[in-house]
């Protein structure tokens, strides 16, 4: 059985803006990093849903 791969922080955030940007289907982008479906689109929820409190003011004291 082939061993799962990790992907940290720096490999999801262009996948997931690619996906959300929407100029690439889910399955395009799939085939180009070789990845499951549902992990396109579980990463593209979670950065949809965590982007208010990035862009949030709390945030500006961070920067």
């Given at each position: 059985m082939a061993q799962?791969?990790?992907?940290g922080g720096?490999?999801?955030a262009p996948l997931?803006?690619?996906?959300?940007a929407?100029?690439?289907?889910v399955n395009e982008i799939v085939r180009a990093?070789?990845?499951?479906?549902?992990q396109t689109v579980e990463?593209?929820?979670?950065?949809l849903a965590h982007l208010p409190e990035v862009l949030s003011d709390r945030w500006r004291a961070v920067i």
């Open positions: 799962r791969g990790h992907h720096a490999a999801r997931a803006i690619e996906a959300i929407g100029h690439t289907t990093y070789e990845i499951r479906s549902l990463w593209k929820s979670q950065t």
